[in-house]
């Protein structure tokens, strides 16, 4: 296979991150300072965006950089395929599926789009989707619907915030799956953003199935905030970033593709390999940058060497109901009341009450973000859902309770100056 060829003086380098003292640093200011480029001065509340990458995984990202600018024909001739596999089947492995249902793609945006176009919808089918879709894919629904294919429906499940329980959740999907015997594809979040709720997956995807539905689910939030296992899981289709909670650079999520999802299924771009594997026309969308995606391999690797999820997420769950305490305690903020099973373990939403000067409307949410933190070195989301102001907290492993008292103090000197 001309993949595998090895060039003299370009033989691909089989890398691996230095773990060396991680398992030492500790959760905190130590790592903080020592593996992130983050500012020192700022109490960053905000992982859930965009991620933080480790320093030691941007080191090896400039070194597939270097290599590729050494010779660019024989990297995206020869190498970087190889690279790419090297990184699928090791993520495929961490998410339990077979690598050859896994494909790398840019982020969730791009794989939940390919997907969604490439549906051999009929018309008169119907796309589900509900009050908590992420807003991206919201419109990707509505486009799709009105703009490329006007003669299927668009169903949207309104759902009330917080949701009582699991149990609601399922029972309204089960309600509108039987309303709507055309709906042929679900849209769920299994991390809804930005009102950070797990869905009870498992059971959504078995009962649309029973209704003869496909399951595309937007796990986005969820690779290293939750244990994946996606052949038992049993969704059509699966799509999570690796540059949220994997420490990965931004430009890499898993696709998930069933082998049945795998005949219908089409990458964002027809490319060189048009009727060829599925990994080989993933891998050739025109010429793009293929790094962040083989760096998932690095960022894989320092989750796990930092102490894998579970040393992670009890450091960021115990962190988050700290804070959330502390902030009810000392500022008033009300959280949200999820059902403890619904609640993401990085990410809590704290109401803020109605605010004379910032009515409801997105030009007074970030005239609200630079009141609250433009002149601070603190740094949360503030969301609106269903109608209210919420405060979106992210903990992270760099954190510290003193970050917590930090927001905790521009939280009580802005409310000080509220009416
Ligand atoms: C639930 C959900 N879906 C999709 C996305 C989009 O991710 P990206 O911008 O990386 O495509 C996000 C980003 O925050 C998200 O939270």
């Given at each position: 296979m001309a993949f595998m060829l090895s060039v003299p003086g370009n033989t691909p380098v089989d890398r691996h991150l230095d773990t060396d003292g991680l398992a030492q640093v500790e959760f905190g200011a130590d790592i903080k300072e020592k593996e992130f480029f983050l500012r020192p001065d700022i109490s960053f509340f905000?992982?859930?965006?965009y991620g933080a990458v480790p320093r030691r995984v941007l080191k090896l990202q400039e070194e597939y950089n270097r290599e590729r600018e050494v010779h660019p024909d024989f990297w995206f001739r020869l190498n970087a395929k190889r690279y790419l596999d090297q990184a699928r089947e090791l993520v495929a492995q961490y998410v339990g599926a077979h690598t050859d249902n896994i494909q790398l793609v840019r982020n969730a945006t791009t794989a939940i789009n390919c997907v969604v176009r490439s549906y051999p919808f009929a018309a008169g089918d119907a796309l589900l989707r509900c009050t908590f879709t992420y807003g991206a894919i919201t419109n990707l629904c509505e486009d799709f619907t009105s703009?490329?294919?006007?003669?299927v429906e668009s169903v949207n499940l309104q759902l009330s915030f917080?949701?009582?329980?699991e149990d609601d959740i399922l029972k309204e999907h089960e309600k509108i799956l039987s309303q709507h015997p055309n709906i042929k594809v679900a849209i769920i979040d299994h991390i809804t953003s930005p009102s950070s709720i797990i869905m009870p997956l498992k059971r959504l995807v078995d009962l649309c199935h029973s209704h003869g539905v496909k399951v595309i689910v937007d796990?986005?939030?969820?690779?290293?905030?939750l244990p994946l296992d996606l052949e038992n899981l049993g969704a059509d289709v699966y799509t999570a970033n690796a540059?949220?909670?994997?420490?990965?650079?931004?430009?890499c999520a898993i696709l998930y593709l069933s082998k049945e999802s795998q005949a219908w299924a089409q990458p964002p771009n027809t490319s060189w390999?048009?009727?060829?594997s599925l990994d080989k026309q993933f891998f050739d969308q025109?010429?793009?940058?293929h790094i962040p995606m083989i760096c998932c391999k690095h960022g894989l690797e320092f989750y796990q060497a930092v102490g894998g999820m579970d040393q992670i997420v009890k450091y960021t769950r115990t962190l988050a109901d700290e804070a959330v305490k502390l902030i009810e305690a000392e500022v008033g903020l009300k959280p949200a009341a999820l059902p403890k099973s619904m609640e993401a373990p990085n990410l809590r939403l704290l109401e803020f009450p109605p605010l004379k000067e910032f009515p409801i409307s997105s030009e007074n949410l970030w005239k609200l973000h630079r009141a609250l933190f433009?002149?601070?070195?603190v740094f949360s989301l503030i969301v609106p859902v269903s109608g209210k102001f919420y405060l979106r907290i992210c903990t992270q492993i760099y954190m510290t309770r003193e970050d917590v008292a930090s927001l905790v103090q521009v939280l009580k000197d802005f409310f000080s100056t509220q009416a």
């Open positions: 905000n992982h859930g965006s703009r490329i294919r006007p003669d917080p949701p009582a329980s796990g986005a939030h969820c690779l290293g905030q540059h949220k909670w994997l420490y990965t650079p931004r430009g390999q048009i009727g060829r025109g010429t793009q940058d433009g002149e601070t070195s």
